[in-house]
């Protein structure tokens, strides 16, 4: 995330450019959210035919633990697995930044609100 800051006394013009900054941040996030999204859950497929693939490859073996265990050690599985467990921290970052921007765009309004209460005559 770039270090954006909510300028110290923000003037409505400095409210107001934050709040677009913010609010195509989380538009660019967000389609980055999908896009990982999508690639997190062709790399669960991926598990998921890997591990078909191995357990047909083991199913020779007569114990059922074991066979599971062979078919979770097989190169291919913990190939995908890995390439999984990879696109899910990269999806899992995008959305703690997503997050991070809705947090400044909430406080950003609330900086709003604030202002048009003193602007009313209503605080201070």
């Known amino acids: 995330m770039n270090q954006f800051r909510i300028p110290d006394n923000a003037t409505f013009a400095q409210i107001s450019q934050s709040l ?9 996030v967000s389609e980055k959210c999908a896009e990982y999204k999508a690639d997190v859950a062709l790399k669960q497929t991926s598990i998921k035919r890997a591990m078909a693939k191995a357990t047909v490859k083991f199913s020779g073996e ?23 467990d990879s696109a899910s921290s990269i999806y899992t970052i ?25 602007l009313r005559g209503g605080i201070g």
């Open 20 to 28: 677009a900054i913010c609010s195509n941040q989380m538009a660019s």
């Open 62 to 84: 007569k114990n059922v633990s074991l066979i599971k265990a062979r078919a979770e050690l097989d190169s291919q599985v913990m190939k995908a697995q890995d390439e999984y």
């Open 94 to 118: 995008a959305q703690g930044e997503l997050e991070a921007w809705a947090c400044q765009f909430v406080a950003l309004r609330k900086m709003v609100a604030i202002r048009e209460i003193e």
